[in-house]
């Protein structure tokens, strides 16, 4: 065990994939908190944060074995995914008058970054203070993008056990870009059951409706009067797959996104993020392997659904000479 400024760290190997790579296991620990990080696919593998009585317990969904994540990829439990997060209508899109045709995984959509995103991939790895940075390249033409893409996500725990996240990257042709942590929360305990009876806040005044496929029709929706509103905390319930356009904020500012808290722990989660969306999902579709319906509640921040295809979002592209940074960060408290 080391310790990097003010958080302790350890690396371990974890496993080996079915290819032979191997796969490190990286802990970081402060005020109580501990979070377990792997090489591949960036995955949080574990969160553990302190409750009402002091006791700590796994707060988000991972599972004990790298040969878990090849068995069960498309939940992307706790996984970096891109490089376009959520759905990309038609799986294509067009740039500077260039129609690029992208892996389409989902039906005819392209969702969460392909058939091999970067939930998929190993890793580099390197110690930071307080925390982890996981670099890789994506290389033009990964999954039908364009450009060279060299990307790195950084994890650190900050004072009181706050995670975390940074994106950077920087490409060398026009390209888009939409990274995002997949993170499953459930306050009272991974493995308490369903999640639906915890109260979720999310700032938002407006959602993006969508279409049969769950790509947003381009609209910009009042969640007033809808059951998308979220203003007021309350219990989350069932069917969610949902993108919510933020509260407006000063560019590249850190604003709330969202309050989830569990009344029987007392744990409250408070997700800030830079991004201008986040995607609610309710997991509905778990079957019990390994986790069953509902179990976990991903809040995933990010740029909207389909953007590459809708001017009126705000853009994701990248262009060369120009750096990607985006920051989220979730706070532990209890109540």
Not at 21 to 34: C, F, K, M, N, Q
Not at 279 to 307: K, M, N, V, W
Request: charged content about 20%; some cysteine.
């Amino acid at each position: 065990m080391t310790t990097s400024a003010d958080t302790a760290t350890h690396t371990e190997d974890f496993g080996v994939l079915a290819d032979g790579s191997p796969v490190r296991r990286w802990t970081l620990e402060r005020d109580g908190v501990r979070v377990r990080v792997l090489t591949y696919g960036a995955i949080v593998q574990s969160v553990e944060a302190p409750g009402r009585d002091g006791s700590r317990a796994p707060v988000a969904l991972g599972l004990p074995e790298v040969a878990g994540y090849e068995e069960f990829p498309a939940p992307y439990f706790g996984a970096v995914v891109g490089r376009y997060a959520n759905r990309i209508g038609g799986a294509s899109f067009v740039l500077d008058g260039r129609t690029h045709r992208l892996t389409a995984n989902e039906g005819g959509t392209h969702l969460h970054g392909g058939a091999r995103g970067f939930d998929k991939r190993v890793w580099d790895a390197e110690a930071v203070a307080d925390g982890v940075r996981l670099s890789l390249v994506s290389e033009d033409g990964d999954e039908g993008y364009p450009g060279r893409l060299d990307f790195s996500v950084t994890y650190t725990l900050g004072p009181g056990g706050e995670l975390r996240i940074g994106y950077r990257a920087v490409t060398d042709a026009p390209t888009v870009l939409n990274p995002t942590s997949h993170l499953y929360w459930n306050l009272a305990g991974a493995d308490s059951g369903s999640a639906l009876g915890q109260q979720l806040r999310i700032a938002a005044r407006h959602f993006t409706p969508v279409d049969a496929e769950s790509v947003p029709t381009g609209e910009f929706a009042p969640v007033a009067g809808t059951r998308f509103d979220f203003r007021r905390m309350r219990a989350v319930g069932a069917g969610y797959d949902q993108n919510f356009v933020l509260e407006e904020r000063a560019q590249g500012a850190e604003g709330v996104a969202a309050e989830l808290y569990d009344a029987w722990s007392g744990r409250v989660l408070t997700v800030r993020t830079t991004e201008p969306g986040l995607q609610l999902y309710t997991a509905d579709h778990f079957d019990g392997r390994p986790f069953g319906p509902c179990a976990g509640i991903a809040l995933e921040t990010q740029h909207f659904p389909d953007s590459p295809n809708r001017p009126e979002f705000p853009s994701t592209v990248l262009r060369p000479g120009e750096e990607f940074v985006s920051r989220t960060a979730y706070a532990f408290s209890v109540r």
